[in-house]
């Protein structure tokens, strides 16, 4: 399947997989192996010395999981792609991979909280410092960067203020100094948002949350040019070892064909449920980027399809009126994590963000009364009901 003529829509269900090549099997096959056989103990040989090409053992390679690096290339836009056991163990071998000691990270304002806790273990054992910068403008930028920054790190939308960075002024910038930018672009998924298109180097993705959809899976994702996959894949993944079982590879391939058609569904029923809320008198301080007041809403309409299936946002009152709300809900999970069918609302100070110091967190926006919620695909009415009656009773 030639995937550069087809559409999104297409790509996601087609894209890394010809079922003649499988006794004409509609759907992937599972390669549940831990090794593969060899025909002679030459063609072994070969393929350790990577001569021929061909699978040794599914730490190094895998089919279906090969399918699945496959199929978020194409999506991404990107030349090659990495599967990994959790977002983490993705975002860890591709900061190891860009990174020694002395080096630096830029990041920015927010980043995911293992994000942060992991820069911080960099910092304490390896001498890897790091610094958060607003990325607001070129010159911000360009101050922030220092001679020793061999990698600029973003989250855009940042959880959970829904701040935006502008992509591709960032790439300019990066570009003229040489310095690789990663996005993690767990928020948006593939559909919303495409870095690689803007400019940037690397994306990474928590394949837990959109890409999956069905809140089954933990793995990650990480999509750059083939050079720097291939060096990761043997080094950094090969070598630490956090690669995703087949099982895992199986069902995300399954989770992405329905990517575009669930994505559609979380922003519609969040663009609803944004118009209930900022007009409830019980809550304040929404930060939501398809609103059109939102400072960042022009960065939006550049990079971002739709402004995506999460909302941010304060119940009026302190931290125990916003966990009374938390617990009157009943159609609503209290839940970490995101992407899911099921709508999910967490309180990030003593949940996603309890890791990062105070002071830190005050900076970000993230006070005591925030929630997150993660807009699922039931019917919007019943959502709506739900936060409405909880908000009567406190
Ligand atoms: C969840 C998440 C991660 C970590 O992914 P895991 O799959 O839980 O390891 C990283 N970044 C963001 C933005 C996330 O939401």
Redesign the pocket.
Known sequence: MKSKEVRFETEVIHSGYSSERFEGSLTPPLFQTSTFTFDTAEQGERRFAGVEDGYIYSRLGNPTVKMLEERIAVIEKGEAALAFS??????SAIVVALTKTGDHILCSQGI?G??FGFLQLLKEKYEISHDFSLMNSKEVLEDAILPNTTCIYI?TPI?PTMKLVDLQMVAEVARQKGIPVVV?N??CSPYLQQPLLHGCDVV?H????YICGHGDV???LAIGNQDFIKRVAMTTQKDIGGIISPFDAWLLLRGLKTLPVRMDRHCDNANRLYSFLKNHPKVEDLHFPGDEGHPDYSIMKKQMKRPGGLISFSIKGTKETAQAFMNKLNLIKIAV??GDAETLIQHPATMTHAVVPNEERERMGIHDTLLRLSVGLEAWEDIQADIEQALEKI
Do not use: P
């Open positions: 959790s977002g983490m163990a993705a975002v995911y293992c994000t989250e959880n993690d767990t928020f990474i928590s394949a837990t949350k933990i793995a990650g994590s995101l």
